[in-house]
Every structure is written in C-alpha cells, then in structure tokens.
C-alpha cells in the first residue's frame, strides 16, 4: 500500500508515458525550423516554422509580439489548447529576469520571484511585465495558409497541427529547448 502510495505521489501514473529524457529542441528562428535533437544527432526537422510577428530575439515587454531567444525547458502540456495542443515553456528564465531587471522592467520583487519559481523547478510566473504563454503549438483552426505566409504569433513558435502531432511523441515536460 505504502508502495503504490509513494507512485501516486510522485506523479508515476502522469509520467508512465514520457519522452527520452536525452532528446531536447534546438529552435532556429533565423532558418524557421525546429530540431529534433538527441546529444548532437538531429533525429527529425520540422520546416515552415511560424515565429512572433515582432521576429526573434530579446522580449522586452508582455504583448511585443517577440519570440523569445534564450533557454527553456516544457514547463507543461496542454492537450486541449486551441491551437491543438500546447507546450508552455519556462519562460521567462532567469537570465531574462536579469536583464529585465537591469534594464528596469521588472522590479526586485518580480525578479525574486522568478528566480525562485526556476530553484524549485516550477513553472515562472506567467504575468510579469515581460509577459508569459511562450510556448510551441500547432494551428488549431487557423488557416494554414497564413501559416505558410508570414509570422503570426504573439511570441510561440507555430507549426502545423500534423507537425505539432509529430513533435508530441518526442517531448514532455522537462524537454530542453533552446531558441536561437
């Protein structure tokens, strides 16, 4: 009993089914691709990548429409995201916390907060002034179209819902990504 308390617990029935562990996802914004990386070896690409429409680089406030350069990890999944399914990615870091905070974006009390939220490895706080629902998800009911012709999020990374189907049998949470 005490056993089968002890997976419960620590979330064993959650995880029965994760990904590897040593896969993580180099994002290329410049190129608009995703790889499927495991150590050094890319296992897949997904090409026709869409970014934010402010492009790539360092977000400077929530709503600038920039996807984030940095490192990440799948902080969660969402199954049931209008745009088909959802990986929520721990942004914002702590070295986006730090440059914020030099640059007078955040306040100390936020910034703690943060930094905190990465030490427990928990998912950051999602409505600071550097904004939050960074993620990589699919199209939902968006056309397809507009996919393929400019950048149209509000800072994810988007790819086509058999794209994002196909990406989900690689990651879970804790997959590291790294946007460049």
């Given amino acids: 009993m005490l056993r089968i308390y002890l997976l419960l617990c620590c979330g064993f029935f959650s995880c029965a089914v994760s990904a590897d562990r040593d896969v993580w996802l180099l994002?290329?914004?410049?190129?608009?691709?995703?790889?499927?990386?495991?150590?050094?070896?890319?296992?897949?690409?997904?090409?026709?990548i869409a970014i934010g429409r402010g492009g790539a680089g360092l977000k400077r406030y929530r709503g600038d429409n920039i996807t984030p350069f940095g490192n990440y990890r799948?902080?969660?999944?969402g199954?049931?995201?209008?745009?088909?399914?959802?990986?929520?990615l721990t942004y914002p870091s702590v070295e986006d916390a730090e440059k914020a905070l030099q640059k007078g974006i955040i306040d100390r009390l936020t910034y703690g907060r943060i930094v905190a939220a990465?030490?427990?490895?928990?998912?950051?706080?999602?409505?600071?002034?550097?904004?939050?629902?960074?993620?990589?998800?699919?199209?939902g009911r968006a056309d397809a179209r507009i996919h393929k012709t400019f950048d149209w999020t509000h800072g994810c990374i988007a790819l086509t819902n058999t794209q994002i189907d196909h990406l989900s049998q690689f990651v879970d949470t804790g997959t590291v990504v790294k946007i460049k």
């Fill in 74 to 77: 799948i902080g969660w999944v």
């Fill in 118 to 139: 990465h030490h427990f490895h928990q998912i950051p706080p999602q409505n600071t002034p550097l904004g939050g629902q960074i993620g990589i998800h699919g199209l």
């Fill in 27 to 48: 994002v290329d914004t410049g190129a608009r691709k995703i790889e499927v990386k495991k150590g050094e070896q890319t296992l897949e690409t997904l090409s026709e």
């Fill in 79 to 88: 199954e049931k995201s209008s745009f088909r399914r959802f990986f929520g």
